[in-house]
């Protein structure tokens, strides 16, 4: 059963798309509604939503801008764009990020449905048993096996250091412009545990590998410049390149938009092949004479996962190796994410208050990646970093209920809620009881 998400600042169009849907027959266990951006970002933190579908005006916080922010806490998360204007710019951003559809208003019934319906089809593709999956791996790999002679210039590439024209050239040659360039690295089943006990011989870990790659590829589609390429060590590498205007374009941060590549990547994987892996991937630089160092960058991140062994995801610029002459120690590297967690538990507890507060604004302010930092926060804490947003918002809204006179739309404009009723459903959820409730107790 899914659940579906729709936003909209239009309170019709929510009532006429909810209608719609719950008289599908599509497989339906929630449909949420939310009338502004920050409404549905608490409906993303807090439930399991598998589709939204939300217009691309709605005030404060635009259509892409939710998708943003939706695809930062949960890259998975299935996105329609509705918008009155066919808006090539916003168009191309939607799709960039990972949007299923843009429908024009006003669409049809049937147009609406069969979009949605394409979007969750998507997602319940069945997983098939190990047999199944490898005789399926060696009939779409029979004449489709990568380049071998290419793949071993692009892993050259990563690996050789050399003057910059030279690598310049060889980079030309194999199809990649730049001149700014970043690296993905996974590495799968890290431990070598998972094909061993599943009696995996070379020949399968190879496909599994091209699978892997497959993924990769269909993944970022047409829509990213890249070169995806099976590496050794049961890696697959991607080298993202972007020329002087596609990285110049305003619009969303490139380090988010590779960290919700990387995160995709893994969910991905691990759905479909049933296999662990863990992710790397670099900072961004100019000029094909860094991709070695890139290459190198996305290894590093990887290493991560030795401290951290139940986290897969990790960006080379959250750990500041710049600190330390050597690798750092497990001492050291402890000292740095408890100055992370409390750092952004400050910025919380200053801000809390404040409308439209996002992960993604915490993160940066304390120069780290959401991802990272919500790994963190949850492991230090034991909350994760909305849940405890919402702990002192409701502290505060509850002592502001009991001990004062204010109105309900007056405490929750103070503890940082657009909307008195979005307020009361939090409240009620919460607590248990409504803020009238609780005020005649």
């Known amino acids: 059963m899914y659940s579906i998400l729709i936003a909209d600042d239009e309170p019709l169009i929510c009532k006429g798309l909810s209608n719609l849907l719950q008289t599908s027959g599509l497989d339906l266990n929630h449909i949420y509604i939310a009338h502004n951006g920050h409404e549905a970002l608490d409906y993303l933190r807090m439930e399991d939503i598998d589709l939204l579908v939300t217009d691309i005006q709605m005030g404060e916080m635009n259509g892409i801008e939710l998708m943003h922010q939706a695809k930062i806490l949960k890259p998975w998360v299935q996105a329609i764009i509705i918008s009155a204007h066919e808006t090539f710019q916003y168009a191309q951003l939607a799709i960039r ?28 593709k069945p997983v098939p048993a190990q047999e199944e999956l490898l005789s399926q791996l060696r009939e779409h790999f029979q004449m489709q096996s990568p380049d071998p002679a290419k793949t071993q210039e692009l ?10 024209g030279d690598k310049a050239e060889a980079a030309a040659r194999l199809g990649l412009r730049g001149p700014y360039y970043a690296v993905i690295r996974v590495r799968l089943d890290p431990g070598g545990e998972a094909f061993a006990a599943r009696g995996f ?72 092949l049933n296999i662990p892996c ?76 404040q409308k439209g507060l996002t992960l993604n604004e915490v993160a940066q302010r304390n120069h780290v990646s959401p991802n990272y930092l919500s790994y963190l926060f949850k492991k230090h804490t034991g909350l994760n ?40 459903k939090i409240f009620k959820k919460y607590f248990g009881m409504s803020p009238s409730e609780m005020k005649g107790k």
């Open 97 to 124: 990020l990972g949007a299923k559809d843009y429908l024009i208003k006003p669409f049809g019934s049937e147009q609406f449905l069969d979009s949605v319906r394409s979007a969750l089809l998507q997602m319940s």
């Open 385 to 424: 970093l909305w849940e405890y947003v919402i702990k002192l918002r409701m502290e505060e809204s509850r002592r502001l209920l009991l001990h004062t006179d204010l109105r309900r739309y007056e405490i929750a404009e103070k503890v940082g809620y657009e909307s008195p009723e979005h307020f009361s």
């Open 201 to 272: 011989r070379d020949g399968e870990v190879r496909l599994m590998q091209y699978a892997a790659l497959n993924i990769a590829s269909e993944l970022l589609g047409r829509e990213w410049s890249f070169a995806a390429f099976d590496s050794p060590d049961r890696e697959i590498s991607v080298i993202m390149e972007w020329d002087e205007a596609a990285y110049g374009a305003a619009g969303v941060d490139k380090i988010s938009q590779l960290d919700m590549i990387a995160r995709s990547l893994h969910h991905n994987i691990s759905k479909y």
């Open 155 to 164: 892993n050259r590439l990563l690996q050789e250091r050399s003057a910059s």
């Open 278 to 353: 863990v992710i790397g991937f670099s900072q961004i630089l100019r000029g094909a004479e860094f991709l070695p160092l890139l290459g190198e960058q996305a290894r590093k991140a990887i290493l991560w996962n030795r401290n951290h062994q139940d986290h897969f995801v990790f960006y080379y610029g959250d750990m500041k190796w710049n600190l330390y002459n050597e690798e750092p120690t497990e001492e050291e590297w402890n000292e740095q994410n408890n100055a992370i967690v409390e750092r952004a538990v400050e910025y919380i507890q200053r801000h809390y208050a």
